[in-house]
């Protein structure tokens, strides 16, 4: 008998009960609106800046309506524009060239090494051409983010960075988003924190900030925010700044806060279910497991392994014999983009060169989801499909 996972590799879990409370007092309230306040009540907004400025040590947090608003209000709050060139992976998904897109910026892509990490012999030989790096911890990778700054200080380059995939994660115990000049968070369904949608700009620079609150829509409300620089500040970017409108509401906010009180616990589970997999598949013939650096504290929320120098026919069937036991993997190096892209020859609107060396990776790179709602022995059942059928496939090919 051939076992089948019956698992759902997009179930996440449910809302913690205290996040659901929390919720329905807004709906009863009717103050769903962040500047909706009365008296002197800070809100759930403001208060779950307070807290998310405290779990990363940023001085300044913004709560926006998504990861990806937050990227391209980075960017306008550095005063990126039109025609500007910016740096970016080349292994990312589509939301970050999107938001240097959205600025009418140009994506200037940087390789990705087999760690998937931003190749940094390539970001050091095109640091020069650009005043920004939009850095994507895509899949959670860390690079290695003293030798990555070394390079992007001497070079002058302003580092933002997508921490859509690293949310609780650090690098020498310093956490992402904390590296770069502003850090750039998902609470999107899919990420560490789920609120629908939703995300985070964090920075320590107060014109950065300012900026930002501006950009989000305040109203010259600023004041009533709890994570915000000075009244000075605002005076010099307040009637210059654009409103484009991008702020997170209470009921998300009341969502979230529970779950930010939750997120180690929940990181240490991601990993607990990540060992096993990864263990799992250690030695499976013609499968290279991504290693992670001892510097890395990681969060296991989705796993990547490589097929390198494989056959694009064979890792579709790889996918196809895996799914036909119920393990839904993804093959990120596919050449047509389906239901998400990751490769920037898949972004056809954004100028590129090929870059045989991570075209190579990129064709290998096969991901699959752990969401919470899988057990330990979930995870034990997957690797072991996954082994078998890499395996089957991999001796048919005679290599
Ligand atoms: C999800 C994601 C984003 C954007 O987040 P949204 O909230 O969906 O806009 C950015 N970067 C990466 C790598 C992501 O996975």
């Known amino acids: 008998m051939t076992e089948r996972f019956t698992g759902n590799f997009t179930q996440q879990e449910p809302i913690p009960e205290e996040g659901i409370a929390a919720a329905l007092d807004v709906l009863r309230s009717g103050r769903l609106h962040r500047y909706n306040l009365v008296g002197e009540e800070a809100g759930a907004v403001a208060s779950l800046e307070r807290e998310f400025a405290e779990y990363t040590?940023?001085?300044?947090?913004?709560?926006?309506?998504?990861?990806?608003?937050?990227?391209?209000?980075a960017l306008r709050a550095l005063g990126v524009g039109p025609g500007d060139k910016v740096l970016t992976n080349a292994f990312t998904l589509a939301p970050v060239p999107g938001s240097?897109?959205?600025v009418g910026a140009v994506p200037v892509f940087v390789g990705v090494t087999e760690a998937l990490t931003?190749?940094?012999?390539?970001?050091?030989?095109?640091?020069?051409?650009?005043?920004?790096?939009?850095?994507?911890?895509?899949?959670?990778?860390?690079?290695?983010?003293?030798?990555l700054m070394a390079i992007c200080d001497a070079a002058g380059v302003t580092v933002v960075e997508d921490c859509a995939h690293t949310m609780g994660a650090t690098w020498r115990g310093i956490p992402s988003g904390r590296w770069g000049k502003i850090g750039c968070y998902s609470t999107q369904t899919y990420k560490h924190m789920n609120s629908g949608e939703g995300g985070f700009l964090i920075t320590d620079d107060e014109m950065v900030m300012a900026r930002a609150v501006m950009l989000s829509g305040s109203y010259m409300l600023y004041g009533r925010h709890g994570t915000v620089p000075p009244a000075e500040v605002f005076e010099q970017v307040k009637y210059d700044t654009p409103n484009v409108s991008g702020r997170m509401d209470h009921l998300r906010a009341a969502i979230l806060r529970p779950q930010l009180r939750a997120l180690d616990a929940?990181?240490?589970?991601?990993?607990?279910?990540?060992?096993?997999?990864?263990?799992g598949l250690r030695g499976t013939p013609g499968l290279t497991v991504v290693e992670?650096?001892?510097?890395?504290?990681?969060?296991g929320s989705s796993i990547q392994f490589l097929l390198l120098d494989w056959d694009g026919g064979r890792i579709a069937d790889v996918l196809k014999r895996c799914l036909a036991r119920g393990v839904e993997l993804k093959w990120f190096g596919g050449a047509e983009p389906v239901g998400f892209t990751s490769r920037y020859d898949s972004w056809r609107y954004a100028p590129s060169s090929p870059m045989p060396a991570s075209d190579r990776i990129l064709r290998g790179i096969v991901d699959m989801r752990l969401p919470l709602t899988f057990s330990l022995e979930d995870c034990a059942q997957i690797?072991?499909?996954?082994?078998?059928?890499?395996?089957?496939?991999y001796q048919a090919q005679g290599v």
């Open 57 to 73: 040590g940023a001085r300044y947090v913004l709560a926006v309506t998504s990861g990806g608003y937050a990227m391209a209000t």
């Open 100 to 102: 240097i897109a959205s």
């Open 118 to 147: 931003i190749d940094l012999e390539d970001l050091a030989a095109k640091v020069g051409e650009a005043k920004v790096l939009m850095l994507s911890h895509m899949r959670g990778h860390l690079a290695d983010m003293d030798a």
């Open 266 to 279: 929940q990181c240490e589970k991601w990993n607990a279910r990540y060992r096993v997999v990864q263990e």
């Open 292 to 299: 992670r650096a001892e510097a890395e504290r990681y969060v």
């Open 383 to 393: 690797a072991r499909i996954i082994r078998a059928e890499v395996g089957a496939v």
